[in-house]
């Protein structure tokens, strides 16, 4: 009974040990996080008033934010816009890490990270202004085709578009997806793909075997790092979106900034919350299968 005690006593204090540890940085990322999400959540089920918010229960903002045209069509439109920034990030950044990972002499392997992450060095604001500059009317791309005599005017369709809030997300989420994979592939025991292609595989098949289902938690890391911010994200489309690249994050600061409708931007926020939970969901569960097999 002592003996077997004791075991137990030990378990419960090692936990209340841990728990110890982690109740801080517990207790301060639910005050910053957690409750301003409660907080935000409650605000979307009460009543816009004049200048004031109504202590009305009400799903009037949910049924305004999916049935109003506009509404659906930026959601919709961030969803797409987040969908492709992260395809697109992480089929480039793939073949970089893979790189870094498979053909850079482990000396010099510090110094390509160092190089991937300069971007990191200067201000997200910055970036996105050096793109507005790159592809804007009077820009170095629209300047040097001119220059070569490619074009007679300058290109329009190149900014203030959903491709040119692709193309700034791209790059600036780059880094994000570069590094997860590249730590994912680096785990991955060389033998292994020694031992297939001793087995008669080709390189190309070797890879979709055994180093593609290796590295997925890197790329299951680095999708998740890119997609769920990129839909909420604010300043890219502001700048270089114009009108056909706004996103919701946009539409949030108008409801909040601009018409001090918290209620409906509350409903929003929210509902924008819901999609990247549900197409998060939806790629593990494909993540899933596709690590099971087809027979699964």
Request: positive net charge; charged residues 10%.
């Amino acid at each position: 009974m002592t003996s077997g005690g004791m075991p137990r006593r030990m378990g419960r204090s090692e936990a209340a040990s841990g728990l110890a540890m982690i109740s801080p940085t517990a207790s301060y990322a639910i005050l910053l996080l957690a409750a301003p999400l409660a907080l935000i959540f409650i605000y979307s089920f009460l009543t816009d008033g004049y200048l004031e918010i109504i202590r009305t229960f009400t799903f009037a903002n949910y049924i305004e934010a999916w049935t109003n045209e506009l509404y659906r069509v930026v959601m919709l439109r961030s969803l797409m816009v987040a969908l492709a920034v992260t395809a697109a990030t992480v089929l480039l950044a793939f073949p970089v890490a893979y790189f870094v990972s498979f053909y850079v002499d482990p000396s010099r392997k510090s110094l390509w990270l160092f190089l991937i992450t300069i971007p990191f060095w200067t201000s997200y604001l910055i970036r996105v202004f050096l793109w507005k500059v790159i592809l804007g009317y009077n820009g170095v791309v629209n300047s040097g085709l001119l220059g070569l005599g490619i074009i007679s005017e300058p290109l329009q369709w190149i900014n203030y578009n959903v491709g040119a809030v692709v193309v700034t997300l791209a790059h600036a989420y780059a880094p994000f997806a570069i590094l997860p994979i590249f730590v994912a592939l680096e785990k991955i025991d060389r033998s292994l793909l020694e031992a297939g292609q001793d087995l008669g595989e080709s390189r190309f098949m070797t890879f979709l075997r055994v180093t593609l289902p290796l590295a997925m938690p890197g790329v299951v890391a680095a999708v998740l790092i890119v997609f769920i911010p990129t839909i909420g994200d604010f300043v890219t489309p502001q700048l270089v979106g114009g009108p056909e690249g706004r996103m919701v994050a946009n539409l949030i600061q108008l409801q909040y900034l601009k018409l001090d409708n918290y209620p409906l931007g509350s409903a929003i926020a929210v509902s924008a919350m819901m999609i990247v939970t549900v197409a998060s969901l939806f790629f593990l569960y494909l993540n899933r299968r596709y690590l099971r097999g087809p027979g699964s």
